[in-house]
């Protein structure tokens, strides 16, 4: 079932961002904090990093691609499914997009609730969902080609898991 | 019709947006891509390997068999790769 835009917003706070800047953790779950209409007894925080080696290549830099307006709204689709699913007080999601540097931060996905157990499982469940069905592509700097990283097939049994 | 292109696709086809008149021939996304592979070899080649090819219609998942209008925004890319 879904319940109409406006209405959820009432119920529940979804924060979607995305953008080419970096974020400050701390700064995020405050502001996701602010937003419950309750106290979050529990509040899960996903980070994602740019590694330095994939496939047993040196990565230099990473360049995210994405396909604006449809990546807000798949993005927000996520989370509203999530809402929909577990008790949560609110959700976050930021990712960024442009050239990052190996170590840089990437995505932050995040879940607030009274209790743990929805906030652990909503944060895994909108991450695998990102990751197969938001719009993002990255495209790794090895050496001096840019090659574009291919979908994986443990992301997609990640996300099927929850069907 | 809006055609956007992203990811290896942009490369192959040498461009990420074009704008082209919806032809009679074309009702889904499959004649479409027909259309689009008969209009220049980058697209011929862009479009060789369909089985890595996701597409979307006004900013939703869509699939070949998805039938289009002259209105619609179209984006073709490969399977998604963020997080």
């Not at chain 1, 405050?30 to 040196?58: H, Q």
């Not at chain 1, 959700?91 to 997009?97: A, N, S």
Request: aromatic letters at 10%; one cysteine or more.
């Amino acid at each position: 079932m879904k319940l109409p835009f406006s209405l959820l917003l009432q119920v529940v706070k979804v924060i979607v961002r995305v953008q080419k800047e970096s974020f400050i953790l701390q700064n995020e779950i405050d502001n996701l904090k602010s937003i419950c209409k309750e106290i979050p007894g529990a509040l899960v925080s996903f980070v994602g990093y740019v590694r330095d080696f994939s496939n047993n290549k040196k990565i230099s830099s990473l360049t995210i691609e994405h396909y604006p307006g449809m990546t807000e709204k798949m993005l927000t689709d996520i989370s509203r499914n999530a809402t929909q699913k577990w008790p949560l007080l609110g959700t976050l999601i930021i990712h960024r997009f442009g050239t990052l540097n190996v170590n840089d931060q990437i995505v932050l996905v995040a879940a607030a609730s009274l209790h743990r157990k929805a906030a652990f499982e909503a944060t895994e469940f909108m991450m695998d969902y990102l990751k197969t069905s938001a719009p993002f592509w990255k495209s790794e700097r090895v050496n001096k080609d840019n090659i574009w990283v291919d979908a994986k097939l443990d992301d997609e049994l990640a996300k099927d898991r929850w069907e | 019709m809006k055609i956007l292109y992203f990811s290896w696709l942009k490369e192959k086809v040498g461009k990420s947006l074009e704008e082209i008149e919806k032809p009679n021939e074309v009702h889904s996304i499959k004649d479409l891509i027909e259309f689009l592979e008969n209009s220049s070899a980058n697209h011929q080649n862009a479009f060789k390997h369909l089985k890595s090819i996701k597409v979307a219609v006004n900013k939703e998942f869509a699939d070949f068999e998805t039938l289009i209008n002259e209105k619609d925004e179209i984006a073709f890319f490969p399977p998604v790769t963020g997080g």
